[in-house]
């Protein structure tokens, strides 16, 4: 059975290693997961990843990978050795290349568990149809978890708006729910939002929340805030 503090990743998207380490440093033992994305892997290769798994923190690589099969692949081996839980890969680069990532990581011990990101929280209907797609961000989501699940990826990144839809069709999948935002925090450049209670309520395996937590003044206090809200409404659905 799954804690309230293994059920949330803060995303450190913060510029360097230092940064990182400070804000962890700060937070303490308020958490459990950290997620790290492009901003800070890029600036620190694995030697982050190393840092905080050396502290005791579960880690969820956000590398969003999205490149012909053969690459992605590649890629996932490439990083599967350095103990990350959890590495995103995007549903739309289509079948072939998720059954290749899903491939890759069978094939290599202690590979870390595949989720799909469907569509971006940060995108509505209006920038669907900017890239050309004309469904909702509703049926864009299903159809992609539809494409990864078939690729044999159970577990996917999309909003809270379409928790309830996922969790109905795929009852065992992991859902991870980016795009929270606690009652009275910026909204920044995200589109598709929810409180942490309502993402909870709606089906979520996990949260993911970033400068909420990150740009607070004091990170701890809104860490433990969010814990109270998700442990408030798991009460409240059980
Ligand atoms: O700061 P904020 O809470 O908006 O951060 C959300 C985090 O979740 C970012 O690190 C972003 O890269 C990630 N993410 C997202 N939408 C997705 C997938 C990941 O916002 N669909």
Redesign the pocket.
Same mark, same amino acid.
């Given at each position: 059975m799954l804690t309230i503090k293994d059920r949330l990743a803060i995303?450190?998207?913060l510029p360097n290693e230092h940064e990182a380490i400070k804000l962890v440093d700060r937070l303490g033992d308020t958490c459990q997961w950290f997620?790290v994305? +492009?901003?800070l892997y890029y600036a620190t290769g694995n030697s982050i990843i190393q840092q905080l798994r050396d502290r005791g923190f579960s880690v969820f690589l956000?590398l969003?990978l999205h490149d012909i099969p053969n690459t992605v692949a590649g890629a996932v081996r490439s990083v599967a050795a350095i103990g990350a839980e959890f590495l995103?890969v995007h549903a739309a680069g289509g079948p072939a290349m998720l059954e290749a990532a899903a491939e890759a990581a069978s094939s290599v011990p202690n590979a870390p568990q595949l989720l799909a990101?469907? !569509?971006?929280?940060? +995108?509505d209907q209006l920038e669907l149809a900017a890239i050309g797609i004309d469904h909702s961000p509703e049926n864009q989501v299903l159809r992609l978890a539809n494409t990864a699940s078939a690729a044999g990826i159970n577990g996917f990144?999309?909003?809270a708006e379409e928790a309830a839809s996922l969790r109905h069709r795929f009852p065992a999948a992991a859902l991870?729910i980016?795009?929270?935002?606690p009652a009275g925090s910026a909204i920044?450049?995200?589109k598709r939002i929810a409180s942490p209670a309502a993402a909870l309520a709606a089906g979520a395996s996990f949260l993911? !929340?970033?400068?909420?937590?990150?740009?607070a003044p004091d990170p701890a206090a809104a860490t433990r805030a969010i814990l109270e809200e998700m442990r408030s409404a798991t009460a409240l659905s059980t």
């Open positions: 995303a450190l998207d997620k994305g +492009m901003e956000d969003k995103t990101v469907t !569509v971006l929280t940060s +995108m990144v999309a909003s991870v980016p795009g929270i935002r920044a450049d995200q993911v !929340v970033g400068r909420p937590i990150t740009q």
